[in-house]
């Protein structure tokens, strides 16, 4: 029986939507129509694709808006009634028809470090334990059709994000290599948080939906990345350690922790920073939400680097004032001790 398409034709310049009425058999899928389209009625419909078994990634498109695999995608799916929208990859530029530059994710793939042996240790005298093992093969079923890529919201709505952002295919690359035992580099943290944009992503899992491959990429890399990189950079224990020894710097240069108001930037001779303290007004409050506040109130899980992206001047949250009618509570006494 025959099936109505709608195939985008055009390239960089500009195209629309074409319809065509396909023969569609049983056991097809849409690489077998686009394949059709080309013998029967548009020769020169341009689509990439290669082994036509779901392994090489190649014939990544968009079907009715979802991103998927042109040879994964069966027509028992659809309904007889409905219509099949085939359209190029969203995120990336349009080469011709179907095929698109997805070249933005070979030169984040140059810009992730290569895995780094241990010194001394030649080929063939890896050791790893089959748990180590075990805990990245999941990454390395990732056949680069970068429909996470295209489906990832952070560098499909926002192209100013590319330079930035290296997305959900490199986040699953860092993850793979950071807890690999054998790999020597001990900067993939930093380098996720610095220069791939970890921060960006707020998992909405959106990159797990469409994988083929089935890789849970939040839930098994992007997640434990980000928990890593606070570990490093907000472990309580070690923050408190650290206030503890800066609080001791403060009170040698004469600096009081009680003067919160107080905007404490200098050094100590040792060149470590001592603590900022969030302006407050007379009230002693912040002037606005302390996620929007010119100074957070806590140290940035992923650095100094990424700013809100709310300016606190166009805020327009103001404290409500104290209700008259109501008993106000006492302040705490002070400098007594419990009986």
């Given at each position: 029986m025959k099936r109505h398409f709608r195939v985008w034709r055009g390239d960089s310049s500009g195209?629309?939507?074409?319809?065509?009425d396909v023969e569609v058999n049983?056991?097809?899928?849409?690489?077998?129509?686009?394949?059709?389209?080309?013998?029967?009625?548009?020769?020169?419909?341009?689509?990439?694709?290669?082994?036509?078994?779901g392994k090489c990634g190649s014939c990544s498109m968009e079907i009715n808006g979802m991103p998927r695999l042109g040879c994964m995608t069966r027509m028992s799916t659809f309904t007889a009634a409905e219509t099949i929208t085939i359209t190029p990859l969203r995120t990336f530029?349009?080469?011709?028809?179907?095929?698109?530059?997805?070249?933005f994710n070979y030169e984040k793939a140059r810009e992730t470090p290569a895995f780094a042996p241990p010194a001394g240790v030649a080929p063939g005298q890896y050791r790893m334990q089959q748990i180590d093992v075990e805990r990245s093969q999941e990454f390395r079923k990732c056949i680069e059709c970068y429909l996470c890529q295209n489906t990832c919201h952070v560098v499909r709505d926002h192209e100013e994000n590319k330079e930035a952002f290296s997305g959900p295919r490199f986040f699953i690359r860092a993850a793979e290599l950071d807890m690999h035992p054998l790999d020597d580099r001990t900067d993939r943290k930093q380098y996720a948080q610095q220069s791939q944009g970890l921060g960006f992503c707020n998992i909405t899992k959106c990159c797990t939906e469409v994988c083929p491959e089935h890789i849970k990429i939040t839930d098994n890399a992007i997640i434990p990345m980000k928990e890593r990189v606070v570990d490093r950079r907000y472990d309580p224990l070690v923050r408190?350690?650290?206030?503890?020894?800066?609080?001791?710097?403060?009170?040698s240069e004469g600096a009081l922790p009680s003067?919160?108001?107080?905007?404490?930037?200098?050094?100590?001779?040792?060149?470590?920073?001592?603590?900022?303290?969030?302006?407050?007004?007379?009230?002693?409050?912040?002037d606005i939400s302390e996620l929007a506040a010119p100074s957070q109130g806590g140290l940035s899980p992923f650095g100094e680097d990424l700013t809100f992206p709310l300016p606190p001047e166009q805020v327009t949250y103001h404290h409500p004032e104290p209700d008259p009618t109501l008993p106000q509570s006492e302040p705490p006494a002070t400098g007594g001790s419990k009986s």
């Open positions: 195209g629309d939507l074409e319809d065509f049983d056991g097809e899928v849409v690489l077998d129509i686009i394949h059709r389209l080309q013998a029967t009625e548009a020769p020169d419909l341009a689509c990439r694709w290669n082994c036509k078994a530029p349009v080469i011709r028809d179907l095929v698109t530059d997805v070249s408190l350690g650290r206030k503890i020894f800066r609080r001791d710097q403060l009170e003067q919160r108001t107080a905007r404490v930037t200098a050094e100590t001779p040792s060149g470590r920073r001592l603590p900022e303290a969030p302006a407050v007004g007379p009230d002693g409050r912040l």
